[in-house]
């Protein structure tokens, strides 16, 4: 079983739709929570991290955190062209937080 | 440019070559971490430094890879003997001293053996 679990899509959504990409994690003593966006052939960007249980709001970023269901999603409202990419989830465990597990990453196209 | 920058963000070199790559951090931070990208897959963590010590090392850097971050500033990152499994995105990523340890990562160094 992987660490942390992504469907890699891709998803897609119109110009203005709420994109929502969601991420599942395998150890139960996972602590922080980070959604990262990665373009084509560039490297991962940090876009927010979260670990309490709840929501938590950036901008158009909106992460939820559920640590009883091992559930992580991002969601995206008022989706730009922009915003294509790679969704990147990883965690990090308890008592090791400098190691990041991360996802395989999820797809998303937004369409004019 | 106030971010983490690699060099170089190219190499291409022949099976048995060994190649060095260069992070260098944000300045502030002391945290430095190596990960490889292979395509389709997320970053794999490869290891850490607090300052100048290497702190954890993944199963995944075998004998043929070093690391090294002598003043605690920079690090080098050497590939001895490459082989052709060697071939992706290698990630440098720093980060301050906190709980949340967020991090931040540079454009990386896209390794290609031929």
């Known amino acids: 079983q992987k660490e942390v679990e992504q469907n890699s899509g891709p998803l897609s959504v119109p110009e203005g739709a709420i994109a929502s990409l969601n991420c599942t994690y395998s150890?139960?003593?996972?602590?922080?929570f980070f959604w990262y966006r990665q373009y084509s052939g560039k490297s991962p960007e940090l876009i927010m991290f979260?670990?309490?249980?709840g929501d938590k709001e950036d901008g158009r970023f909106t992460a939820q955190l559920n640590k009883a269901s091992q559930y992580v999603s991002l969601l995206i409202r008022d989706s730009q062209p922009s915003d294509s990419a790679t969704y990147l989830c990883?965690?990090?465990?308890?008592?090791?937080?400098?190691?990041?597990?991360f996802g395989s990453g999820t797809k998303l196209n937004v369409k004019p | 440019d106030t971010g983490v920058s690699q060099d170089p963000r190219h190499k291409i070199t022949k099976r048995g070559q060994n190649v060095t790559f260069r992070c260098d951090p944000i300045?502030?931070?002391?945290?430095l971490y190596w990960y490889r990208q292979t395509l389709g897959q997320g970053p794999e963590f490869l290891t850490y430094?607090?300052?100048?010590?290497?702190?954890?090392k993944s199963r995944l850097l075998s004998d043929r890879f070093s690391a090294e971050r002598p003043k605690g500033s920079f690090s080098t990152l050497e590939i001895q003997r490459t082989e052709q499994g060697d071939s992706a995105m290698y990630l440098c990523?720093?980060?301050?001293?906190?709980?949340?340890?967020?991090?931040?990562f540079g454009p990386g160094t896209r390794l290609t053996v031929l």
């Open positions: 990523a720093s980060s301050i001293a906190d709980p949340y340890n967020e991090q931040f």
């Open positions: 150890d139960r003593g996972s602590q922080s």
């Open positions: 979260i670990y309490s249980n």
């Open positions: 990883a965690v990090s465990r308890a008592g090791n937080f400098n190691k990041f597990y």
């Open positions: 300045s502030e931070h002391n945290r």
């Open positions: 430094f607090q300052n100048e010590a290497q702190l954890e």
